[in-house]
């Protein structure tokens, strides 16, 4: 078996080998962003993504936090010691895109506040980088893909797959026609945890005092205090689609990108809630299938009752073979042998006699006769260098500075997030729904 390393020249960069990656690009740098060579940015949302996001941000010595706003105080209190205790916090996002001296946001507010969160930000001229899912409803897409064309700002929606080398190997795997013809993709996502269904601890400090709980709520309908719902969002269906949109939102983004595809004509899904009842009103079982334009179907499967064996993961299915995620990335090549002889025993026997001493049917029926590299050939790949955020991050900066083109731009954010909306309309009407580019229909 092949087995081979992967390393991005991005990574290669990052990793110093050609240099550092603020050096590197500071050569290069137009003035476009800002007259220094900083790019500074303001949190919308400075929450657990946004913690992890400004420890990645520390590679990217050009970037600069220089606000965040937030809900809970903690949180902002927290993200200062995290950046230094340089920056300005606050609670209103319009503090942060309404000042001249940011250039870019980071917005990883709850879903239901990514629409507002991206609109206001973009037609202010902001950049952004708008955490998954990019939409709370289908149709939200629309505007955002809008606004980011207006003033052709530099969108980067969250979900990194697609800056991974393994996942770009398998992009090109199945461009150059190595899996044959590509029908279906087989992808599941497994936990069997109370982190992994989203219960997770509440600060002891929180209150009324410390929440903005109607700040949290926005558009969403009017409820009393609940420090459940502020911290475990996700289990809700006014803020958050669940699974979908938390969870396989990120399997369709690289489903999207390495079959080069972009929305589902039609999906079928079904779901239920059969264990965590007592802590949500989303489902915690989903199967779902996805049917593309493009040729291919995709079945998706996850539950929060058992972890699968290794937490899930996905097969791209090809007439010529496999590709398998999970532990790095193998190409199979399909192992088939036709296999008629059951069919022609029952001939003449003269005839069937004749059929199986035919060489062409030998080479197809016994792989015996085969030569063996016929049956060989399978790889594994594995991704040296550093984590896909990075690269993913530094796309975004790319585009903020050069107007280069993103993988995960507004559009392409769209159509991820409209995968997950689909399934859950789906599963909701316990009907097929069709999705024309305006609207979405059931039957
Ligand atoms: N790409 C990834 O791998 C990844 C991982 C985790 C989360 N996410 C995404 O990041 C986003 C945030 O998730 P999280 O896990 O950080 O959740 P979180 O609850 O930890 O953080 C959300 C923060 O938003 C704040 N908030 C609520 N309403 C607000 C408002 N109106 N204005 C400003 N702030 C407000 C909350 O106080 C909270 O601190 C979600 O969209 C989630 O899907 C992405």
């Not at 088939?336 to 059929?355: H, R």
């Not at 029926?365 to 590299?373: F, G, I, K």
């Amino acid at each position: 078996m092949a087995q081979r390393f992967l390393v991005s020249r991005r990574d290669f960069m990052r990793t110093g080998v050609i240099g550092t990656a603020g050096l590197a690009m500071g050569a290069t740098r137009p003035a476009v962003v800002a007259p220094s060579d900083r790019i500074t940015i303001g949190m919308i949302g400075a929450g657990a993504r946004a913690h992890q996001l400004v420890e990645a941000f520390k590679q990217f010595p050009e970037m600069e936090v220089v606000a965040a706003c937030d809900a809970y105080t903690g949180r902002l209190h927290r993200m200062r010691d995290r950046t230094g205790r340089k920056i300005d916090i606050m609670a209103d996002y319009r503090e942060i895109i309404n000042r001249s001296d940011i250039d870019a946001v980071v917005i990883s507010s709850p879903d239901h506040w990514h629409y507002r969160h991206s609109v206001d930000s973009l037609n202010a001229g902001k950049h952004a980088y708008i955490e998954k899912p990019l939409t709370y409803s289908i149709e939200e897409g629309l505007d955002i893909i809008e606004a980011q064309k207006k003033l052709n700002l530099a969108v980067q929606v969250g979900s990194p797959g697609p800056g991974g080398v393994l996942v770009q190997k398998a992009r090109q795997m199945i461009r150059e026609g190595k899996l044959g013809q590509v029908t279906m993709v087989r992808a599941s996502t497994n936990r069997n945890t109370a982190s992994g269904a989203w219960i997770y601890p509440i600060p002891p400090d929180a209150s009324p005092k410390t929440v903005d709980w109607d700040l949290f709520l926005g558009s969403a309908p009017k409820r009393p205090y609940s420090p459940e719902r502020f911290f475990r969002w996700r289990c809700y269906k006014d803020y958050s689609g669940g699974m979908s949109t938390d969870l396989y939102v990120h399997t369709c983004t690289t489903i999207n990108y390495v079959m080069g595809a972009q929305i589902p004509e039609s999906v079928m899904a079904m779901g239920g809630l059969y264990r965590w009842t007592r802590s949500r009103d989303v489902p915690d079982t989903i199967n779902a299938s996805l049917k593309y334009r493009e040729g291919f179907m995709v079945s998706l499967s996850g539950t929060f009752n058992n972890q699968g064996g290794s937490g899930g993961g996905m097969r791209i299915l090809g007439t010529e073979g496999s590709l398998v995620f999970g532990g790095g990335l193998r190409f199979i090549p399909e192992r088939v042998n036709e296999s008629n002889g059951w069919i022609t025993d029952s001939w003449p026997k003269d005839l069937a006699d004749a059929y199986i001493a035919d060489p062409a049917v030998r080479l197809e029926e016994m792989p015996s006769s085969r030569p063996q590299a016929a049956v060989e050939g399978e790889e594994v790949y594995f991704s040296e260098g550093q984590a896909s955020i990075l690269a993913h991050i530094q796309e975004w900066l790319d585009a903020i500075r050069n107007g280069s083109a993103t993988k995960e731009n507004a559009e392409v954010g769209h159509h991820a997030a409209a995968c997950a909306h689909m399934i859950n309309s789906s599963l909701e009407m316990e009907k097929t729904v069709y999705w024309d580019g305006q609207h979405l229909t059931a039957k």
